[in-house]
Every structure is written in structure tokens, then in C-alpha cells.
T-cell receptor, first 117, second 114 residues
């Protein structure tokens, strides 16, 4: 079974600075998707960014970008120009692209990000 | 607006009691999921359903039951057999058209044993 590891239980960043959250995963598959979800204090899960394993170009969504290293099985999230509203729990997730799998999403344990004014 | 509605937001259960958490979606999604969230453990899959009248156990199904009689609804029952039910429960859904769509989540139900 695929596993997702987030080795940083907590991170903090100064407002307007840049922070990188780490994620590694274990899989024997070649086709899959990776996601970062944000869970603010409201506990509503919000999709931040996604990456398809076959795409070499790193995904970017405004201030959020990823560094996807397929060979190293690493998928880090970079938040630029951090804002107070970025404070949340961030979850890295893996989803197999193979239809015959149960196709559920596997989540890491999460990283709690604090943004200091 | 389309989305997933979970109710109630907070639920209290007495020892030995069964309780049912509601999850309704109007996104016309085929697949629906129930996850349990505990501090430091991320989200763990309880049950999922990819089609009406069919569902599969996830990693921690013991003490839980589900039904999928309508495409829009996927209620979760926490039975008295679940020894440690206090947790935050999240329902999710996704289109069956590909793995890259990600999940849409409800706002969750916080269950506490009293």
C-alpha cells in the first residue's frame, strides 16, 4: 500500500516570507496524482494544488508551487509571500491513477503552519 | 451552489449508543468516502462507495457501517462496537471520471463520547 510521510509536524513562517513544506511518498506505480490540501481552523479541507506524475513541469497556483522529484518520491509545497490566512494544517495526499485499485486517496499526517505577523 | 453537506456539526454519543452521521452531495459525483481524522494521524479511510448499492471497507471499518441507497447520500453509523469513536469525521466525494480530480470535502462532524 502506498504511504505518504510528512516529516514536519509543525512549521512557522514570518508574514511575507517563503516557507517549504516537505512530503515524501512510497509507491511502485508510475502513474499517479499528488495533492496538497489546506485545512484552516474552520476544518474545511481545501484543495491547494495538484500534480500529475507524468508531467515534468512543476504545478503552480498563484503563491503556491510544488517541487516534484519523481525519482526521489518527493513532493514539497512552497508558499511565497506568506499571509496570515495561510495559517492552517496542510496535508499531502497521493492517489493512484490505476482504475483497478480502490482509488482512494492516501494522506500524510499533516503539517501545522503558523504565520507570524 | 454544489457541495457536500455534513450534519450535524457536533454530535455527542453516550456509551453503548449507535449514532448516524449524515453526508449529502449535490455534485452528481459517483464516488463517496468517509474519513476519520485524529490528531497526528492524518485522515484514515473508513468506508467508500463508487456506485449506488455498493460500498467497500477501508482501513478502519470495524465498528462502523454505511449504506448507499441514493447517489446523493452516504450516511455513516458509528456503532457501539467502535470503542474509541471520539474524532472528527469527514465525508468526501469525487467524480468517477479520473483520479486527477481530487476530492470535494464536507465541513465535517465532531463526534464526542460522553
Amino acid at each position: 500500500a502506498q504511504t505518504v510521510t510528512q516529516s514536519q509536524p509543525e512549521m512557522s513562517v514570518q508574514e511575507a516570507e517563503t516557507v517549504t513544506l516537505s512530503c515524501t511518498y512510497d509507491t511502485s506505480e508510475s502513474d499517479y496524482y499528488l495533492f496538497w490540501y489546506k485545512q484552516p481552523p474552520s476544518r474545511q479541507m481545501i484543495l491547494v494544488i495538484r500534480q500529475e506524475a507524468y508531467k515534468q513541469q512543476n504545478a503552480t497556483e498563484n503563491r503556491f508551487s510544488v517541487n516534484f522529484q519523481k525519482a526521489a518520491k518527493s513532493f514539497s509545497l512552497k508558499i511565497s509571500d506568506s499571509q496570515l490566512g495561510d495559517a492552517a494544517m496542510y496535508f499531502c495526499a497521493y492517489r493512484s491513477a490505476l482504475f483497478y485499485n480502490n482509488n482512494d486517496m492516501r494522506f500524510g499526517a499533516g503539517t501545522r503552519l503558523t504565520v507570524k505577523p | 451552489d454544489g457541495g457536500i453537506t455534513q450534519s450535524p456539526k457536533y454530535l455527542f454519543r453516550k456509551e453503548g449508543q449507535n449514532v448516524t452521521l449524515s453526508c449529502e452531495q449535490n455534485l452528481n459525483h459517483d464516488a463517496m468516502y468517509w474519513y476519520r481524522q485524529d490528531p497526528g494521524q492524518g485522515l484514515r479511510l473508513i468506508y467508500y462507495s463508487q456506485i449506488v448499492n455498493d460500498f467497500q471497507k477501508g482501513d478502519i471499518a470495524e465498528g462502523y457501517s454505511v449504506s448507499r441507497e441514493k447517489k446523493e447520500s452516504f450516511p455513516l453509523t458509528v456503532t457501539s462496537a467502535q470503542k474509541n469513536p471520539t474524532a472528527f469525521y469527514l465525508c468526501a466525494s469525487t467524480s468517477g471520471q479520473g483520479a486527477g480530480y481530487g476530492y470535494t470535502f464536507g465541513s465535517g462532524t465532531r463526534l464526542t463520547v460522553v
